[in-house]
């Protein structure tokens, strides 16, 4: 087997044609992982959720973490990680724009909203929508390929 770093370039666009990702976070010195279905545009992930232990953890801590990967098999896959910065797009009069372009990115996708738009259990029927769109611009992205050598 054959590993090598991918070229930027590349690792965008395996971003690109994917839709679902593992997002890390860290608080207190505890890591947290959770998958994320996303949309990308100009330097940024768009993506979706309810409120609960991931924002929570972002709001506190900005800094995160994405991992996107693709294999065929054992000896033949591309994986990408990319370090970024949280920022929440509130429904708000400064923020309308940024927030309408990330649902229009997202809603592109079938069944956008899962996993961000579901929680375990019965929830409370709430009067306004609780859930928030957020982006992650990219400050840095890495990746390795592996094939059959």
């Given at each position: 087997m054959l590993i090598r770093e991918?070229?930027?370039?590349?690792?965008?666009?395996?971003?690109?044609?994917?839709?679902?990702?593992?997002?890390?976070?860290?608080?207190?010195?505890?890591?947290?992982?959770?998958?994320?279905?996303?949309?990308?545009?100009?330097?940024?992930?768009?993506?979706?959720?309810?409120?609960?232990?991931?924002?929570?953890?972002?709001?506190?801590?900005?800094?995160?973490?994405?991992?996107?990967?693709?294999?065929?098999?054992?000896?033949?896959?591309r994986s990408v990680v990319i370090h970024g910065r949280y920022q929440e797009l509130p429904d708000t009069k400064q923020w309308h724009r940024e927030r309408m372009n990330a649902w229009s990115l997202l809603e592109q996708r079938i069944n956008w909203w899962e996993p961000g738009g579901l929680k375990p259990g019965e929830q409370p029927v709430a009067g306004t929508s609780p859930h928030l769109f957020f982006e992650i611009e990219i400050d840095d992205v890495t990746g390795r390929a592996a094939s059959a050598g």
């Open positions: 991918m070229t930027r370039q590349e690792c965008l666009d395996l971003v690109a044609e994917n839709h679902i990702a593992r997002l890390g976070c860290t608080r207190d010195g505890q890591p947290y992982i959770v998958p994320i279905q996303y949309a990308l545009a100009a330097n940024r992930l768009y993506s979706f959720s309810m409120p609960g232990q991931k924002i929570d953890w972002m709001r506190a801590n900005p800094r995160v973490c994405v991992q996107v990967d693709t294999g065929t098999d054992r000896q033949n896959w």
